[in-house]
T-cell receptor, first 112, second 113 residues
């Protein structure tokens, strides 16, 4: 069964304290790994897509990396406005069409 | 573009009542997805449409749930009869071939009492 597991469930950081979020996946084959940000009361917002091991994408203080079994979202010198839930999703090879399977997310809190 | 538009934002209903959730996808997007989000289970795919045709409805929990997409600009998710365990946030999302990720709506928070 295709699965996505994110850790930790929750992470508290001080402003400027860099860290990483983990997304482990078990799929028959990967057609893409996606990262989303979700703020309270809102829908998830697309951040990155990664397609192959070794690929990296960056956006401001965020950098996503991908290996054959997991992905990391690195947060460098975070600010309070980075506080949100970060969701990881995969598109398995055997999944018809373009549907995604999501992990439960990591809730990040950054205090000043 | 106004993004994906969902209505209502909040719905409180009594057990046994019919509930209809609505979604207007982004113009030009050819895929539409309905997801349900709870604390326990996270985001779960209920059904998705491609070019207005249902492709995968294996996530629809029971026959009480049904979804339609009569045209490219409108979709509904209906629950009849509703039960307290249906309480969740329901999201609609759309994409064009999905390569660049989905665009989600703001969701409908459903409470069944």
């Amino acid at each position: 069964e295709d699965q996505v597991t994110q850790s930790p469930e929750a992470l508290r950081l001080q402003e400027g304290e860099s860290s990483s979020l983990n997304c482990s996946y078990t799929v028959s084959g990967l057609r893409g790994l996606f990262w989303y940000r979700q703020d309270p009361g809102k829908g998830p917002e697309f951040l990155f897509t990664l397609y192959s091991a070794g690929e990296e994408k960056e956006k401001e203080r965020l950098k996503a990396t991908l290996t054959k079994k997991e992905s990391f979202l690195h947060i460098t010198a975070p600010k309070p406005e980075d506080s949100a839930t970060y969701l990881c999703a995969v598109r398995p090879l055997n999944q018809a069409g373009t549907a995604l399977i999501f992990g439960k997310g990591t809730t990040l809190s950054v205090s000043s | 573009d106004a993004g994906v538009i969902q209505s209502p934002r909040h719905e409180v209903t009594e057990m046994g009542q019919e509930v209809t959730l609505r979604c207007k996808p982004i113009s030009g997007h050819n895929s539409l997805f309905w997801y349900r989000q709870t604390m326990m289970r996270g985001l779960e795919l209920l059904i998705y449409f491609n070019n207005n045709v249902p492709i995968d409805d294996s996530g629809m929990p029971e026959d009480r749930f049904s979804a339609k997409m009569p045209n490219a600009s409108f979709s509904t998710l209906k629950i009849q009869p509703s039960e307290p365990r249906d309480s969740a946030v329901y999201f609609c999302a759309s994409s064009f071939d999905g390569s660049y990720g989905y665009t989600f709506g703001s969701g409908t928070r459903l409470t069944v009492v």
